[in-house]
């Protein structure tokens, strides 16, 4: 026990005095402000709509939609003539996005000689514009996810148009290649176009849908050097800029005035708004939010939420093995066909064809592009029928997808050997090398099919960004190859259109064998990536149905699975934003969550 001499400094010490009085104001304080609060709730508020939200809401909390909450409003939800009809015209777009990438070659004569450059040198707006396109993929491919599909589709449309005016124009070289970059910059691609697919078909009836976008994807690339090669012979060089500005311009009224908003957190934004629009005009004030409007503008793009969705289909490229597996394999597939279409103008002119029959000569794989998807069918009827026997059987529901694949991807190396010896020219007829360009474009499209496919069905919400990175690997790859393309095929051996061919023969040997090994391995690749686990899981449970959005991954900032521990709730479903941040660190006020007046 202490003695008094021990004690007595203690008690009379000015600060320990000073200190305790404080302690028990403080405590005095906290203990009135807890009783006004119970009393009055609604004074706790120190800012004019913490007060507004609780005088028409009798809660600070904020109640999140989720997709249960609306479900029949959404795109899964529109009538099949809505989605095909919408899906038409995203045909059509898609089909212009890679017309722009084909067409220019049939300019490089006229270029290289109004402007006294090279050929190779004039083939570099569209290495250009290839390279740029890659990266413009990636880089609107999140904002599609954030401030949904029908904006950046138009802004994109609108400054690929835009920049096709000053290359029709053009006065000097230069500007052709700074323009042409810029454009294909501007092209939001195939990772917004197929990411629509996922707002409008749940990934058990998908792939009727998949296989119809990825058809515009490749057809719109040989559509470009078809209707080229009769503007090469019969127009001025400047025609292929402004045929690929009409049919832009065509495609941009049409998505503007037939296409709406599919994006499923932006609906239920504008969804949450009309509820409670349609509530004050009742009298009965319902409180639901949308995902979006639950965190702030300044908040959701400030400089560093900014960096972090521009960054997130880079960051998916990278970290996630099914991603960066599939879309190498589909980018080195693509940098194969395109380095044997640039052999086309070296090949048929062995046989003296005109320059619009060179153009003509790449039907066969469009042909090709043509049975490829009409195989699909039955493919697809078989994977819809194994999904529903084994629902609990990862493959089946997953890899089953990549099952066709597997007997038509060897049509690329048996393609490829016999272009080589056919392509040789005279005494040979040149009706041997069509039927393998169409033997090739099966294989191309059916790689591209299947990819897509599987990727749409791991990432659903996120396929903008996972596909983005497809489409990086596509166009980058291509637009690297560009410029050696002619030369490879110009200067192997002493038969160097046969060697050339051949070389790309055997890479593709290594490619086809690593679609068996990612068929075989697809289980252990999903394992190893935890996103496409966490969307699996959110899906489980939904009933099946996609998770429109996931908390903080690769930089979500919205969520529909929150974790309300606090109130007993652990991953709910349903969210909840406390309001009144202003003073809800203040003693006595109590943070939970409210059930009264949510609908």
Same mark, same amino acid.
């Given at each position: ?13 000015p ?17 009135e ?13 120190t ?10 809401? !009798? ?17 899964f ?5 809505? =989605? ?18 084909s ?20 083939r570099? #707006? ?9 990266? !413009? ?25 835009? &920049? ?11 500007t052709?290649i700074?323009?042409? @970059?810029?454009? #294909? ?6 990772s ?5 697919v ?35 012979q019969?127009?001025?060089?400047r ?7 009409? &049919? ?9 005035c037939? %296409? ?9 934004d ?6 409670? /629009? ?16 639950? @965190? ?11 960096? @972090? ?20 394999l589909?980018?080195?597939?693509? *940098? ?10 070296? %090949? ?7 320059? &619009? ?5 790449? %039907?066969?794989?469009?042909i ?6 009409f ?5 697809i =009827? ?22 066709w ?32 360009? /169409? ?6 499209? /059916? ?21 983005? !990175?497809?489409?990086? *690997? ?5 637009g ?5 393309a002619?030369?490879?095929?110009q ?12 070389? +790309? ?5 290594? +490619? ?34 996609? /998770? ?6 690769? #930089? ?6 929150? #974790? ?6 652990p ?5 909840? %934003? ?9 003693? !006595? ?11």
């Open positions: 026990m202490a003695s008094a001499a021990e004690v007595k400094p203690e008690i009379h010490d600060e320990t005095v000073h200190n305790n009085e404080a302690a028990l104001h403080e405590k005095k304080d906290s203990s402000l807890g009783n006004e609060l119970r009393e009055n709730p609604g004074s706790g508020a800012r004019d709509d913490d007060r507004a939200h609780y005088e028409q809401f !009798g809660t600070y909390d904020r109640y999140e939609m989720t997709e249960e909450d609306c479900y029949d409003e959404l795109g939800s529109f009538p099949e003539w809505k =989605k095909w009809m919408i899906l038409s015209i995203i045909f059509l777009v898609q089909v212009s996005m890679n017309f722009n990438t067409l220019y070659s049939n300019a490089v004569g006229g270029i290289s000689k109004e402007f006294g450059v090279s050929a190779q040198a004039a570099v #707006g569209a290495a250009a514009f290839l390279v740029a396109y890659a990266f !413009g993929c990636e880089l609107w491919a999140p904002w599609s996810e954030e401030l949904g599909r029908w904006p950046v589709l138009q802004l994109s449309l609108f400054f690929v148009n835009v &920049f096709q005016i000053p290359v029709g124009i053009a006065p000097n070289y230069a052709i700074a323009f042409r @970059t810029l454009g #294909g910059l501007s092209t939001a691609g195939g917004v176009t197929l990411a629509m996922a707002d409008m078909w749940e990934p058990d009836n998908q792939q009727y849908a998949v296989a119809f976008i990825v058809f515009s994807s490749v057809g719109g690339s040989v559509l470009g050097p078809i209707v080229g090669g009769f503007v090469e019969f127009l001025a060089w025609w292929n800029i402004w045929i690929q500005l009409i &049919f832009g311009g065509a495609v941009q009224i049409a998505h503007a037939l %296409v709406p908003e599919t994006r499923t957190t932006v609906l239920m504008r969804i949450a708004k009309k509820r409670r /629009a349609e509530g004050t005009k009742n009298g009965k004030p319902v409180n639901i939010w949308g995902p979006n409007e639950l @965190t702030p503008w300044r908040e959701r793009f400030s400089l560093h939420e900014i960096i @972090t969705t521009w960054v997130r289909p880079f960051r998916m490229f990278l970290t996630e093995p099914i991603v960066l597996v599939l879309s190498l589909s980018g080195f597939s693509d *940098a194969i066909i395109f380095m044997f279409l640039q052999s086309y103008a070296l %090949v048929y002119a062995q046989w003296d064809f005109a320059t &619009f029959a060179i153009g003509l000569a790449f %039907v066969p794989i469009g090709g592009y043509l049975l490829a998807w195989s699909f069918f039955p493919a =009827k078989r994977n819809e029928r194994l999904r529903k026997e084994r629902p609990g059987d990862e493959i089946a529901q997953y890899e089953a997808r990549l099952w694949l597997l007997f038509t991807a060897p049509c690329l190396p048996i393609g490829l050997i016999i272009f080589a010896w056919t392509s040789t020219g005279p005494p040979l007829h040149w009706i041997g090398s069509m039927i393998a360009s /169409a033997i090739i474009g099966i294989a191309n499209y /059916a790689i591209y099919m299947a990819t897509i496919d599987y990727m749409i069905c791991a990432y659903g919400p996120y396929s903008a960004s996972a596909t983005g !990175g497809n489409g990086w *690997a596509r166009d980058f790859l291509a690297v190859l560009t410029l050696p002619t030369p490879f095929f200067n192997i051996g002493s038969n160097p259109l046969a060697y050339a061919s051949t070389i +790309l023969f055997c890479i593709s040997l290594l +490619l086809v064998v690593s679609i068996y090994v990612i068929y075989w391995k697809g289980p252990v690749l999903r394992m190893r990536s935890p996103f496409a686990q966490q969307l699996a899981g959110a899906r489980e449970e939904t009933g099946g149905r996609r /998770a429109s959005h996931l908390p903080g991954v690769y #930089g979500s900032r919205v969520n529909s699975i929150s #974790g309300n521990s606090q109130a007993g709730m991953n709910s479903r349903r969210g909840s %934003v406390i309001r009144g941040a202003s003073f809800q660190g203040r003693p !006595g006020v109590q943070r939970g969550i409210s059930s009264s007046n949510a609908y």
